[in-house]
């Protein structure tokens, strides 16, 4: 709270603060989350909420109602498929070279054979599955902890380095560089790509956004859970919470009571 | 404890208080890989047969909520998500809270994992943690990276039972003593009030 939170309310010097804020906030070891924009991300979850009530939800239902299936899930491989340029040079970047050669090879078999992206055979019909990665994840591979949370409005759950990848990654689209219309065209089907999203997952997003009883504690927790494990795999057990050790502390407390120490 | 010929609640106490400490120093693994696997081998098939069953609805919670109780360290996690407030609470409100919460669990994970349906989760291997064994299994559906779910198991309640549930990482215990914790807030402390709440959701 240190870093003028009150300037961060203007949006767009957001990337600006960002980078400042991200040498003012470390990462917890202990599995905790860092939140201390806490009071900020909680009015900007409010304003999600209520964009996801009176648009994205309704809209979502409405084009699931009226945009055949086929169609839904084309737009969506083809903003997916415009994607991997991206994926294949942050494989790259992180060294990566198994998953960097796996998104080459989807690409290529998807822009000949799954006609320019419409189609996903690489995942279909030859076990290639898509394994997508951004500058965040970049980041994190060189070292740079995950900072503190932050809900982004329109943007959703987020962190000081995931905010920060998702910057580079969109003002360094390595995509302009395979097509030429190719942002342009990313920008297009972006946004009936969120759509879709929103109306596949609708029970799920409905279930956390409206029937938690904190949303945003729930949203934070899966967001930051869902993060690191994607990112450590197997490490992520080694922060759960052990409901015994805890129980055990119960019990001293009883005996200190109990034994007057 | 058999050995203590009087035993004094006093001496109970401190006997117990040892016992602790000991086996906080040296912890002594009595649950091994193999245990624990085959504990979650057999929640996996149960969980497997449940959601490919072709039942729906309350038929299907039931089923789950067969499965928690069968498998899952239940008064453990109850008492875990209530915190504190649950060592002031009489039996009967433990009694009512843990019945409300395991069928709260049954709804609310039913759902997630009918997800899976057409899918069979496979359990691919286990591994000491810390004090506990952690089970992973992994759901394949078609064209999609599998899904990762880890049971963590312990023996600590005296019998080998799963305490935690991580869905691609996303751990129920973490997400639930923050779910409950919030809804004891809104009902003030009251846990009738927060068992009442309780039955509403999932």
Not at chain 1, 100 to 112: C, D, K, P
Not at chain 1, 232 to 239: D, R
Not at chain 2, 25 to 43: H, V
Not at chain 2, 187 to 202: C, H, P, Q, S, T
Request: charged share 25%; glycine share 8%.
């Amino acid at each position: 709270m240190t870093c003028a939170p009150k300037m961060l309310k203007s949006l767009a010097l957001l990337p600006a603060f960002l980078l400042i804020l991200t040498a003012c906030s470390p990462t917890p070891q202990d599995g905790s989350i860092a939140d201390p924009l806490e009071n900020l991300n909680r009015k900007s979850h409010a304003l999600n909420k209520s964009a996801d009530r009176a648009f994205f939800r309704p809209a979502s239902r409405a084009y699931g109602a009226v945009t055949p299936e086929p169609v839904r899930r084309s737009l969506s491989n083809v903003a997916a498929h415009l994607n991997e340029p991206r994926s294949f040079v942050n494989h790259l970047a992180q060294g990566d070279i198994d998953d960097a050669g796996h998104t080459f090879i989807r690409f290529a078999v998807n822009t000949t054979v799954g006609l320019f992206g419409l189609f996903d055979p690489a995942a279909g019909d030859f076990g290639l599955e898509k394994r997508g990665s951004g500058f965040g994840d970049t980041l994190a591979v060189w070292g740079a902890g995950e900072g503190a949370y932050l809900e982004l409005p329109l943007f959703g759950p987020s962190n000081e380095r995931d905010a920060i990848g998702r910057i580079v990654d969109i003002a360094t689209n390595p995509l302009s560089v395979v097509a030429e219309d190719g942002p342009e065209l990313a920008a297009a089907t972006s946004f009936p790509s969120v759509l879709n999203s929103r109306y596949e997952l609708g029970e799920n997003v409905d279930g956390i956004l409206y029937d938690s009883a904190d949303s945003y504690a729930q949203l934070r927790l899966f967001y930051t859970e869902n993060r690191r494990f994607q990112l450590s795999g197997q490490a992520s057990a080694e922060n759960a919470f052990d409901p015994y050790e805890n129980l055990y502390e119960e019990v001293y407390e009883g005996l200190y009571d109990e034994l007057d120490f | 404890m058999s050995l203590i010929s009087e035993p004094t609640r006093r001496r109970l106490l401190q006997t117990g208080l040892a016992a602790t400490l000991v086996a906080g120093a040296a912890p002594a693994f009595a649950l091994n890989e193999a245990e624990a696997r085959r504990l979650i081998d057999s929640a996996v098939g149960d969980i497997n047969k449940a959601i490919n069953s072709g039942k729906t609805g309350s038929a299907l919670y039931r089923d789950f909520e067969t499965i928690f109780k069968r498998y899952a360290d239940v008064p453990t996690i109850a008492r875990s998500v209530l915190g504190p407030p649950a060592r002031s609470a009489s039996k009967a409100q433990m009694r009512a809270f843990t019945g409300a919460f395991t069928s709260y669990l049954a709804r609310k994970y039913g759902k997630r994992f009918r997800d899976f349906k057409g899918s069979e989760i496979k359990v691919t291997g286990a591994r000491k943690v810390k004090r506990f064994q952690e089970v992973r299994a992994t759901a394949k559906l078609r064209g999609q990276a599998p899904f990762n779910v880890a049971f963590m198991v312990s023996d600590r309640s005296g019998r080998d039972k799963f305490f935690d549930l991580l869905i691609e990482g996303i751990s129920l215990l973490k997400a639930e003593r923050s779910e409950v914790g919030a809804m004891l807030d809104r009902a003030g402390g009251n846990i009738d009030r927060l068992v009442e709440d309780l039955k509403r959701r999932g």
